[in-house]
């Protein structure tokens, strides 16, 4: 178990750091189903904290790696948002997202992931999505909010 990095605001709340991988293939994104009984279940995309002593992208393709078995060398930064409300399971409701666009083919049949983190994978059209909004996680609600995608 490894430290979050986690900051506080000029209200004294604590703010953790998140990255989230987003790959997308055609008008369609890759989203997860939590395996965590924390999440319920919910869909998310691959995402995760940051790690003290980490810098963003090593938490990006740690996460990339943990989640899905991948390894992944190529990503751009597509958003950071800061303070984005979303509770998470260590009691933090205020998360630093850091939002990375990812162009990798994935067979997810022949993915290899985590079944501790994740129950499934699924490629969403981003259309669909809105339409999905009740079913995903508190912290992917409020980034898919900020991107205009939902």
């Not at 939590?34 to 319920?40: S, T």
């Not at 997810?108 to 669909?128: M, Y």
Request: glycine residues 4%; hydrophobic residues 40%.
């Amino acid at each position: 178990f490894f430290m979050k990095v986690e900051k506080i605001n000029k209200n004294n709340e604590k703010i953790h750091v998140t990255v989230a991988a987003m790959f997308f293939k055609d008008d369609k994104v890759l989203i997860i189903q939590k395996a965590d009984p924390a999440y319920n279940k919910k869909y998310s995309i691959v995402a995760g904290h940051v790690e003290e002593g980490e810098s963003i992208e090593d938490a990006l393709l740690r996460e990339v790696a943990e989640e899905t078995g991948l390894n992944i060398s190529e990503y751009t930064l597509m958003e950071s948002f800061k303070e984005l409300k979303d509770s998470c399971r260590y009691g933090v409701n205020l998360h630093d997202w850091h939002v990375y666009r990812i162009e990798h083919e994935i067979d997810i049949d022949k993915i290899d992931f985590d079944k501790e983190e994740i129950i499934a994978l699924h490629w969403v059209s981003l259309s669909e999505l809105p339409s999905m909004k009740e079913y995903f996680t508190s912290g992917s609600k409020s980034m898919f909010t900020a991107l205009g995608l939902f």
